[in-house]
């Protein structure tokens, strides 16, 4: 598979998310060519700050593979990255990084700040950008257009 097959994976987690009334972000983690860990953003369902997709992602990856480190891995998200997941890619080395959509609000692999840029770290994934970015966005758009409409209603 390639890059836009796997982000298609993520954007039918986003789709999930969609559905159960969160923000619709959705990731998934593959490791040599298999799929290993996929989720979609919980935070509401959970009630936890910590609940997004990259985060439970990681987790289940670390659990598949049975170590914390996954630096033969590749995340694919629809979202680009904030700074806890940005901050979580880099603690489990996590090799490449594909997303989606940049986020101007709280993006940190360029938009906002460029984690990548952070000198004397010991760990910086490639990135790929805008991969099915406007997929991406306009799924996020009809979110926040619809949560809009109902509290105008």
């Not at 480190?69 to 979580?88: F, H, K, N, S």
Request: net charge negative.
């Amino acid at each position: 598979m390639n890059d836009k097959e796997y982000m298609d994976l993520a954007i039918i987690e986003a789709n999930t998310a969609f559905s159960e009334n969160e923000v619709p972000i959705g990731c998934v983690i593959v490791y040599k060519d298999k799929v290993i860990a996929s989720a979609h953003n919980r935070k509401e369902q959970f009630n936890r700050a910590t609940a997004h997709a990259e985060i439970l992602a990681i987790e289940q990856a670390c659990l598949a593979l049975n170590d914390w480190r996954l630096d033969e891995c590749i995340l694919y998200v629809t979202l680009e990255p904030c700074p806890m997941c940005a901050g979580a890619i880099y603690q489990s080395r996590i090799k490449r990084v594909v997303f989606g959509a940049f986020d101007p609000k709280g993006g940190a692999y360029g938009s906002n700040f460029d984690m990548n840029a952070i000198p004397r770290l010991n760990h910086y994934p490639s990135i790929t950008s805008g991969v099915s970015k406007d997929e991406c966005s306009e799924l996020l758009k009809e979110f926040f257009q619809t949560k809009r409409q109902k509290i105008c209603e």
